[in-house]
């Protein structure tokens, strides 16, 4: 077996961010277990956010964050390359900058080539480097299969802080990365995607969520988060309840990769998507318009996702001519509403 | 009798062997949808609901089977059919056009429409959608009894659309507590494929 050969996706059932544990057993069994506040903690699990907030001074606040999933796709060099965006991500959601990392490695020593690891931490350092943060070590533990990922310091001044709880009444959601990555992972398993779109889905899952919270702060966005496992609903969700407002989207004009409709007419909607939707249910209004397809889609869970933005009106058409630079398919998605019966309304 | 054996796969497996074997299957005939996975078993019972297809459920052992009748086409456009049939029961939508109902004194109107939404929840004739337009969209207003009527009918899953630009014009955007906020394109869409529409 040589190295560049080696499949990491035979290591494993299912990857990248719909590993994660089922969200309603999880936030159960975490109100049990009560956390100590402090004045300086600015954000902390309660609003689902994508990362803890405290602030140093008055002049910096530190994020941290860590995420780290078995493999999405076969080459090591590219798992490193999306784990290592996807664990950036939620630092740029933030509104942040990142400054240190560390790599969280798990890797089956007598089963796998040691040179897969190389290329595995190589591919994530890639990344680590264009976002300008520095590697300060890791921890490796001998596991399979594989797992990879960061623990990420970032930094952010206090009063540019983005979160959650940041959504007005009456501003327009932007989405910056098309969806659909959790459908065509589980159709490459199954040899139904051509090879070029797959391509485009891994090429969208390595690219950072710099630019886009570059834009976020010179647009003045103050809430925000990235679409991951959780799906677009999931994390919207999050966002309404933590802002105490309702957001209503547009599923017809949910940017979505090649081929995804097509493969989800077919009845390739992989289970991460029925877990998100049974997640939302309570708090969704879909109305009849709206197809098993697009809902499902909705509900996709996303591995290094797009940002999911609230800006001002007026300011919308500049900031998306912004993101479009870098994020061609960057669109409007719904809106943001006073609080009402449901969280969550789709059209 | 059409069999698809989906056992000893995962998802999205088993969905798309019942999607692929219920478009090839005939109509009328029963479908049988075999697994022995749980979680593809719950997933596929929800597809089926999302696809209007009611199954029959039984287990052996760990074998779960799901069987249907594919009455109608799978697809979500309306069959030939229902395009013909005399206006149902659910073919009509309610429009409110003033958060008044009738002309007269205010007041009694005001009253009137709480009275009207209390109905409409206890009728066993549900509209297909609430519209709400010009001062209509004030019903849906917090902290009043007809959003609380609305919220109900809402809950089991009618839709309510208000008029946007209505809530801009009497600036009162902020205040609505339940529908959702819609254009003139959607309400004019769902005015012209009712069946019938009702004025109250």
Redesign the interface.
């Known amino acids: 077996m040589t190295t560049s050969s080696f499949d990491l996706l035979s290591t494993c ?1 299912s990857g990248g961010c719909s590993a994660k544990l089922n969200p309603a057993a999880l936030t159960d069994l975490l109100s049990s277990i009560p956390l100590i506040k402090d004045a300086r903690i600015m954000v902390d699990i309660e609003t689902h956010d994508d990362a803890g907030v405290y602030r140093l001074n008055d002049d910096i606040a530190l994020i941290v964050t860590t995420d780290f999933f078995p493999p999405v796709c076969s080459d090591a060099f590219t798992f490193g390359q999306i784990a290592a965006a996807n664990a950036l991500s939620d630092i740029y959601a933030m509104g942040g900058t990142p400054l240190l990392s560390l790599n969280l490695t798990m890797f089956p020593s007598k089963d796998i080539p040691l040179e897969v690891l190389r290329n595995i931490l190589a591919g994530g350092q890639e990344k680590i480097n264009e976002s300008g943060a520095f590697t300060m070590g890791g921890h490796t533990i001998d596991d399979n299969p594989p797992k990879y990922g960061l623990a990420v310091v970032g930094t952010v001044h206090p009063d540019k802080l983005i979160t959650n709880a940041g959504l007005k ?2 501003q327009l959601l932007i989405l910056t990365k098309p969806l659909g990555v959790g459908i065509l992972m ?2 490459q398993r ?1 040899g139904l995607t051509s090879e070029d779109t797959y391509n485009l889905a891994l090429e969208q899952m390595k690219m950072l969520n710099k630019a886009g919270a570059v834009c976020m702060q010179q647009f003045g966005v103050k809430g925000a988060t990235d679409v991951t496992g959780f799906g677009l609903l999931g994390h919207a969700l999050k966002m309404a309840e933590a802002s105490d407002v309702s957001i ?1 989207i547009s599923l017809g004009s949910l940017p979505v990769l090649p081929q995804v409709m097509t493969l989800l ?7 991460a998507a ?1 877990r998100n ?2 997640f939302v249910k309570k708090h969704v ?1 879909y ?2 318009s709206c ?2 397809e697009q ?1 499902m889609l909705a509900c996709d869970a996303q591995t290094s996702g797009g940002l999911l933005m609230a800006v001002d009106t007026n300011k919308a058409n500049d900031l998306i001519a912004a993101l479009k630079i870098v994020h061609p398919q960057a669109c409007i998605i719904g ?1 943001v ?6 969280s969550i ?1 789709c ?1 | 009798m059409k069999t698809i054996d989906t056992k000893g796969q ?4 088993p ?6 074997g219920i478009q090839e299957a005939a109509a009328g005939e029963e479908i049988e949808i075999l697994t022995d996975n749980e ?2 078993f ?2 596929l019972k ?2 089926l609901k ?2 209007k297809l009611t199954p029959t459920i039984r287990t052996e052992g760990n074998v779960h089977m799901l069987t249907i009748n594919k009455t109608e086409v799978l697809s ?1 456009y309306p069959s030939p059919e229902s395009f013909c049939a005399a206006p149902t029961s659910s073919n009509f939508v309610v429009a409110i056009k003033s958060e008044f109902m009738g002309t007269g004194d205010d007041e009694i109107g005001h009253f009137l429409m709480e009275a009207f939404l209390d109905s409409l929840n206890e009728s066993d004739k549900l509209p ?2 609430i519209l709400l337009y010009n001062s209509g969209v004030k019903i849906a207003l ?1 902290e009043t009894v007809t959003a609380r009527s609305l ?1 109900t009918l ?2 089991i ?1 009618i ?1 309510i659309y208000a008029c946007g630009k209505c809530l801009e014009y009497y600036n009162i ?10 254009n003139m394109f ?1 309400i004019t869409k769902h005015l012209t494929e009712a069946g019938h529409i009702i004025y109250p």
């Open positions: 059932a009444a009456g589980a159709a199954m209503q007419v077919s009845g390739c909607i992989p289970g029925f939707a049974d209004f109305a009849p197809s098993v809902k809106e509403t006073s609080r009402r019966s449901k309304y059209l | 995962l998802c999205p497996a969905l798309i062997l019942a999607k692929k979680t593809s719950h997933n929800n597809y999302e696809l979500d297909s959608a917090k919220q809402e809950n899953g839709p955007k902020d205040l609505i507590a339940v529908g959702m906020v819609s959607t």
